[in-house]
T-cell receptor, first 112, second 117 residues
């Protein structure tokens, strides 16, 4: 089983749609979780951290399910500008930042 | 706001040539990293550094060397380039203070596209 797995997509959705991405991780002892956004031919940027109780930032909601070892990202009222690749990132073993594991990303395309 | 700056942005090498990628950050971050990103592979850590004068191997260190002589700079060297090293290379930095807050935010440079023929 790969360490961090994501559905590569692409997810093609119309403007205004709600879309959800899931990410599974292999190490049950993983300590911290994040979603990054990467635009085409650009660098990744932090979108949001994922907390145990779930957290929301505007149209974006992130949730963690430790029992099932997955995290999710929900985007409501999709905008054209949301088109990007979304990277799931897990601090797999804690401690040093050298333990951040990136998923391969899920591509989202929002159409007019 | 320069943040993390990588040079060069693009480079074409012949097999066997050597080169150095330079990463500079102006945020006084302790940690710096070099990643490579390949289609279908995601970001993979090559080497990282938790402070001036210290480096450590990541997931895919073979064929690369690094140095952190100054806190603000992290150099990635290819001694003898191979076609398998054709990739987009990203440098990133972060702060231990951010780690304790668990934000996990890495600040990335814009990337360096390397082609080895």
């Amino acid at each position: 089983r790969k360490e961090v797995e994501q559905d590569p997509g692409p997810f093609n959705v119309p403007e205004g749609a709600t879309v959800a991405f899931n990410c599974t991780y292999s190490n049950s002892a993983s300590q911290s979780f994040f979603w990054y956004r990467q635009d085409c031919r650009k660098e990744p940027k932090l979108l949001m951290s994922v907390y145990s109780s779930g957290n929301e930032d505007g149209r974006f909601t992130a949730q963690l399910n430790r029992a099932s070892q997955y995290i999710s990202l929900l985007i409501r009222d999709s905008k054209l500008s949301d088109s990007a690749t979304y990277l799931c990132v897990v601090n797999m073993y804690g401690g040093s930042q050298g333990n951040l594991i990136f998923g391969k990303g899920t591509k989202l395309s929002v159409k007019p | 706001n320069a943040g993390v700056t990588q040079t060069p942005k693009f480079r074409v090498l012949k097999t066997g040539q050597s080169m150095t990628l330079l990463c500079a950050q102006d945020m006084n971050h302790e940690y710096m990293y070099w990643y490579r990103q390949d289609p279908g592979m995601g970001l993979r850590l090559i080497h990282y550094s938790v402070g001036e004068g210290t480096t450590a191997k990541g997931e895919v260190p073979d064929g690369y060397n690094v140095s952190r002589l100054k806190k603000q700079n992290f150099l990635l060297g290819l001694e003898s380039a191979a076609p398998s090293q054709t990739s987009v290379y990203f440098c990133a930095s972060s702060s231990p203070k951010l780690n304790r807050l668990n934000t996990g935010e890495l600040f990335f440079g814009e990337g360096s596209r390397l082609t080895v023929l």
